[in-house]
């Protein structure tokens, strides 16, 4: 008797667990979710400010050209090419803004200051979103979740590759 | 901050009556965004709730158990653990943020118990401990839910690193500058003094090294003075002191915010000669806005909040030798030493609550994204979404 009580708790004990794993993954996945919106959000805003930049005093003809171009095609990437579409934005926005020369008028500061601002926010969003993905692809590895096959349909995160030093 | 005001949940894992660097950077941080407008309640364990102030909620009375090298005031159990789910379903909170969820008190019970936008801010910095392996899997899940995790210093976050694999955003501790800003100079404290503020009886708070170190340096600066001020039982210290340097000691006792100002603007130099434990060094922080010329033992986390000597001068921890010879050449090179004040104040401003809180702040914002606010966990969110229910 004491034997079936015995399996019967391993059995419960089983079903919690894998609920409470599927639960946790569910989780991780959101965090996956609401992490990209946040970091989609600030690249977008990125690169708006990045066409005002353009279009503003600060860029000379050329790199007025070169940041458009780039500014269009971070917004229009698809999902694998963002991060490096993102990157090639932050090289143009870099080149424009070491050469460090004198910016008059109180729109180009608002729109250095704002740019400078969003570019703290995006260095921390990355590392929350990169955190998350590499939380989830770490949790979906083990031998339980492979099994019984906890994720579902739902598509493995991919890591976004951010070149952070350019920013 | 121009945004709309929120609802904040703080979460202190120690006792709200004894003082401490989780407690006072609690406080300070609820105080600051009380004043910003938000709504903000803090849970603590709580010994006296008379004094506890208005925005302090009582999750019961902290256990005072041995934790990490010393007694710490925590709570836990089921009693707390209803308190701590009570306080979540009746708050209301757009966010949670919780001190030291690694602990065992009630940050992690809220962080287990609650389910929505959770920032976690860890102060600890530990040795690589075997216990929290053993401890890491029920652990780990737990701390997964935190939306975002912010360390006190670069000890914090490769201790955070090292013990649960997960990586996070640094942010100092804050301090209060502009109280320190303009600190009197006080005629019977300055000179060749040396300055030591802490609870002096704790051996690793370092005073043994100094009182070591003292007879070395009263042999090269013959007026030298040492102003220990803080709370304990001075007695045994002096009686312990050698009689021929006992003159040289002044102890204090407890000082208040206005006369810690003075306190720092007056001495010549502010000492730290603690052997370790510590993960951020707020006193530091105070010292250097107060325009103090900083000495402290190397320890990691004094190591880089002092920018690796930049901002103040370093010895070889627990060596008093290294002490007396860094202090006398401070003492005896007065302008070195006020290059030395004079950076470390400008580096502290950063350290303000202006700047601080609001690095927090956007640390919150981020983890608000798309939240509708923080509820009871549901143990039921992947059945739910099986099931094509709605909700969560």
Same mark, same amino acid.
């Given at each position: &008797?004491?034997?079936?009580?015995?399996?019967?708790?391993?059995?419960?004990?089983?079903i919690w667990?894998l609920s409470y794993s599927a639960t946790r993954l569910d989780r991780l996945h959101n965090r996956?979710e609401?992490?990209?919106?946040? $970091?989609?959000?600030?690249?977008?805003?990125?690169?708006? /400010?990045?066409?005002?930049?353009?279009?503003?005093?600060?860029?000379?003809?050329?790199?007025?050209?070169?940041?458009?171009?780039?500014?269009?095609?971070?917004?229009?990437?698809?999902?694998?090419?963002?991060?490096?579409? #993102?990157?090639? $934005?932050?090289?143009?926005?870099? $080149?424009?803004?070491?050469?460090?020369?004198?910016?008059?008028?109180?729109?180009?500061?608002?729109?250095?200051? #704002?740019?400078?601002?969003?570019?703290?926010?995006?260095? /921390?969003?990355?590392?929350?979103?990169?955190?998350?993905?590499?939380?989830?692809? &770490?949790?979906?590895?083990?031998?339980?979740?492979?099994?019984?096959?906890l994720a579902g349909r739902a598509?493995?995160?991919?890591?976004? #590759?951010?070149?952070?030093?350019?920013? | 901050?121009?945004?709309?005001?929120?609802?904040?949940?703080?979460?202190?894992?120690?006792?709200?009556?004894?003082?401490?660097?989780?407690?006072?950077? =609690?406080?300070?941080?609820?105080?600051?965004?009380?004043?910003?407008?938000?709504?903000?309640?803090?849970?603590?364990?709580? =010994?006296?709730?008379?004094?506890?102030?208005?925005?302090?909620?009582?999750?019961?009375?902290?256990?005072?158990?041995? %934790?990490?090298?010393? *007694?710490?005031?925590?709570?836990?159990?089921?009693?707390?653990?209803?308190?701590?789910?009570?306080?979540?379903?009746?708050?209301?909170?757009?966010?949670?943020?919780?001190?030291?969820?690694?602990?065992?008190?009630?940050?992690?019970?809220?962080?287990?118990?609650a389910e929505g936008?959770?920032?976690?801010?860890?102060?600890?910095?530990?040795?690589?401990?075997?216990?929290?392996?053993?401890?890491?899997?029920?652990? +780990?899940?737990?701390?997964?839910k935190?939306?975002?995790?912010?360390?006190?210093?670069?000890?914090?976050?490769?201790?955070?690193?090292?013990?649960?694999?997960?990586?996070?955003?640094?942010?100092?501790?804050? @301090?209060?500058?502009?109280?320190? !800003?303009?600190?009197?100079? *006080?005629?019977?404290?300055?000179?060749?003094?040396?300055?030591?503020?802490?609870?002096?009886?704790?051996?690793?708070?370092?005073?043994?090294?100094?009182? +070591?170190?003292?007879? @070395?340096?009263?042999?090269?600066?013959?007026?030298?003075?040492?102003? *220990?001020?803080?709370?304990?039982?001075?007695?045994?210290? @002096?009686?312990?002191?050698?009689?021929?340097?006992?003159?040289?000691?002044?102890?204090?006792?407890?000082?208040?915010?206005? +006369?810690?100002?003075?306190?720092?603007?007056?001495?010549?130099?502010?000492?730290?000669?603690?052997?370790?434990?510590?993960?951020?060094?707020?006193?530091?922080?105070?010292?250097?806005?107060?325009?103090?010329?900083?000495?402290?033992?190397?320890?990691?986390?004094?190591?880089?909040?002092?920018?690796?000597?930049?901002?103040?001068?370093?010895?070889?921890?627990?060596?008093?030798?290294?002490?007396?010879? =860094?202090?006398?050449?401070?003492?005896?090179?007065?302008?070195? !030493? !006020?290059?030395?004040?004079?950076?470390?104040?400008? %580096?502290?401003?950063?350290?303000?609550?202006?700047?601080?809180?609001?690095?927090?702040?956007? @640390?919150?914002?981020?983890?608000?994204?798309?939240s509708s606010?923080?509820t009871l966990s549901s143990e039921n969110r992947a059945w739910n979404r099986f099931l094509g229910r709605e909700g969560s």
């Amino acid at each position: &008797m004491e034997k079936y009580f015995f399996i019967a708790f391993i059995i419960i004990f089983a079903i919690w667990y894998l609920s409470y794993s599927a639960t946790r993954l569910d989780r991780l996945h959101n965090r996956v979710e609401t992490s990209w919106a946040n $970091l989609d959000g600030l690249l977008q805003r990125r690169a708006a /400010v990045a066409l005002e930049i353009a279009k503003s005093e600060i860029a000379d003809p050329a790199s007025s050209l070169l940041l458009t171009a780039a500014a269009h095609q971070a917004r229009d990437a698809q999902m694998r090419a963002r991060s490096q579409a #993102e990157s090639g $934005l932050s090289g143009a926005l870099g $080149l424009l803004l070491h050469d460090g020369h004198l910016v008059s008028g109180s729109i180009e500061k608002d729109l250095l200051r #704002e740019l400078s601002e969003l570019t703290d926010k995006i260095r /921390v969003a990355i590392a929350l979103h990169v955190d998350a993905v590499n939380r989830t692809q &770490m949790v979906r590895r083990k031998p339980v979740f492979r099994i019984f096959r906890l994720a579902g349909r739902a598509p493995l995160p991919v890591t976004y #590759e951010f070149e952070a030093d350019v920013l | 901050m121009n945004q709309k005001k929120l609802r904040i949940g703080l979460v202190c894992p120690y006792g709200w009556d004894t003082p401490g660097g989780v407690q006072s950077h =609690v406080r300070d941080l609820a105080e600051y965004l009380i004043a910003k407008g938000h709504y903000v309640s803090v849970l603590a364990p709580v =010994v006296d709730e008379e004094k506890a102030p208005e925005y302090v909620t009582s999750a019961g009375k902290p256990i005072a158990i041995p %934790y990490n090298g010393a *007694v710490a005031r925590l709570l836990f159990g089921p009693i707390a653990f209803a308190r701590v789910r009570q306080w979540i379903s009746n708050g209301k909170f757009d966010l949670l943020h919780l001190h030291e969820p690694a602990i065992p008190s009630i940050s992690l019970l809220a962080c287990w118990a609650a389910e929505g936008p959770m920032v976690g801010t860890f102060h600890a910095a530990a040795k690589r401990q075997k216990a929290i392996f053993a401890i890491g899997p029920i652990l +780990e899940p737990v701390i997964e839910k935190l939306t975002a995790r912010i360390a006190v210093s670069e000890a914090a976050r490769s201790t955070l690193t090292e013990h649960l694999e997960t990586d996070a955003v640094v942010i100092p501790n804050g @301090i209060y500058a502009d109280r320190y !800003r303009d600190g009197e100079v *006080v005629e019977k404290w300055s000179g060749n003094t040396i300055g030591f503020i802490g609870r002096y009886e704790e051996p690793r708070k370092g005073l043994p090294v100094l009182l +070591e170190a003292l007879p @070395i340096i009263a042999r090269f600066a013959p007026d030298v003075r040492v102003l *220990v001020a803080g709370p304990g039982e001075s007695k045994e210290v @002096i009686e312990s002191i050698d009689p021929q340097l006992r003159s040289r000691f002044e102890f204090l006792g407890r000082i208040s915010e206005k +006369e810690k100002a003075d306190f720092l603007s007056s001495v010549a130099i502010y000492v730290a000669p603690n052997t370790g434990g510590e993960s951020f060094g707020i006193i530091l922080a105070e010292a250097l806005a107060g325009g103090a010329a900083v000495l402290a033992s190397d320890i990691p986390a004094f190591d880089s909040l002092l920018g690796h000597g930049e901002f103040g001068a370093l010895f070889k921890s627990e060596d008093p030798r290294d002490l007396a010879r =860094v202090a006398i050449d401070l003492l005896r090179d007065s302008d070195k !030493r !006020r290059a030395l004040a004079k950076r470390g104040k400008e %580096y502290a401003q950063r350290f303000d609550w202006d700047v601080v809180a609001e690095d927090i702040y956007s @640390i919150y914002e981020m983890a608000l994204v798309g939240s509708s606010g923080v509820t009871l966990s549901s143990e039921n969110r992947a059945w739910n979404r099986f099931l094509g229910r709605e909700g969560s």
